[in-house]
């Protein structure tokens, strides 16, 4: 049983099933597992004006797979937009809040699993700790074309140490598989 399939006849369970008839959400689609699509999607910067159309795609395959997708909004922080106020001192704490609007999303309502949507070097950190909070089945998506973190799954609780080398080399973690780092020209390794 999926950990979001409350008990029928539960208070939880009538709460949630009146929510979801209100939006329309077909009564045969509450079995289904429940995968948050985490998007950071902002027009104010370049760095997310694209995740609405990727959520849709996502949205689609997820469906196609037979789960049933919520899309999430978290703050979307971007250096030189959002550290424009208050001598940059919004930058760092975004993260927190991106890291605890995902958990308090995904945990509140008891969802199955995460896809997140990630496109900046300020959203990933916070997806990676999101998901090391939450420890469900989920994926990072970082922005393919930049090459920074285009996969990662997690089994397993992660720390810091397991999110650093990712920022610390050139590289890309597709499924578990993290390449090796590119030696410096003239270095022996």
């Not at 939006?23 to 289904?32: A, H, R, T, V």
């Not at 609007?101 to 990933?124: P, Q, R």
């Not at 973690?173 to 390449?179: D, E, K, P, S």
């Amino acid at each position: 049983m999926l950990r979001s399939n409350f008990e029928r006849g539960s208070t939880r369970w009538a709460v949630r099933r009146a929510q979801w008839c209100a939006m329309g959400i077909p009564e045969e689609d509450f079995l289904k597992p429940k995968i948050a699509v985490v998007n950071s999607s902002s027009s104010l910067s370049v760095c997310y004006i694209h995740l609405d159309d990727v959520s849709k795609v996502v949205q689609k395959s997820i469906r196609e797979a037979g789960g049933l997708p919520f899309e999430i909004r978290t703050a979307a922080p971007s250096d030189f937009i959002t550290s424009a106020g208050l001598k940059a001192r919004y930058l760092m704490p975004t993260r927190d809040l991106v890291v605890n609007d995902i958990e308090v999303m995904v945990e509140g309502a008891v969802l199955d699993g995460m896809v997140l949507l990630s496109s900046c070097d300020k959203t990933t950190p916070a997806h990676l700790m999101a998901a090391q909070n939450v420890q469900e089945q989920m994926r990072v998506l970082d922005d393919p074309a930049r090459q920074r973190v285009p996969v990662l799954a997690a089994e397993r609780p992660a720390d810091i140490a397991d999110v650093k080398p990712f920022f610390d080399v050139d590289g890309q973690a597709i499924a578990r598989h993290v390449t090796r780092p590119r030696t410096a020209p003239g270095s022996s390794r």
